[in-house]
């Protein structure tokens, strides 16, 4: 079972910048999707950015969209989430997905937190 590992995650201002990293153990250059996901105490996990395959573009939340960016490196075996524009209502913990088959259940990492405050 693939190993996902987040990191990138901190306490900054509004309006400040965030890049989230997610490594994982096996190679995901054919995983079915690579997504970012946010959960609040209380609340279920909400997808904030995904890519299905390589060869579609990204889909956002509209809460994150022109502020958010995910990307992916196959050879790094890596996924990213570059968060500008920080606003309060960003504090979450981020987990990283990956699902490889869409008959497959979704591997996730650990979580990383990320606070937004002034």
């Known amino acids: 079972q693939v190993q996902l590992v987040e990191s990138g995650g901190g306490s900054v201002h509004p309006g400040e910048s965030l890049r989230l990293a997610c490594t994982a153990s096996?190679?995901?250059?054919?995983?079915?999707?690579v997504a970012w996901y946010r959960q609040v105490p209380d609340r279920m996990r909400r997808e904030v950015a995904m890519?299905?395959?390589?060869?579609?573009?990204?889909n956002y939340d509209d809460s994150v969209k022109d502020r958010f960016t995910i990307s992916r490196d196959n050879a790094k075996n890596s996924i990213y989430l570059q968060m500008n524009s920080l606003k309060v209502e960003d504090t979450a913990v981020y987990y990283c997905?990956?699902?490889?088959?869409?008959?497959?259940?979704?591997?996730w990492g650990q979580g990383t937190q990320v606070v937004v405050s002034s």
């Open positions: 997905m990956v699902r490889y088959r869409i008959t497959e259940n979704p591997n």
């Open positions: 096996h190679d995901i250059s054919s995983a079915y999707a």
């Open positions: 890519i299905l395959n390589s060869k579609t573009e990204p």
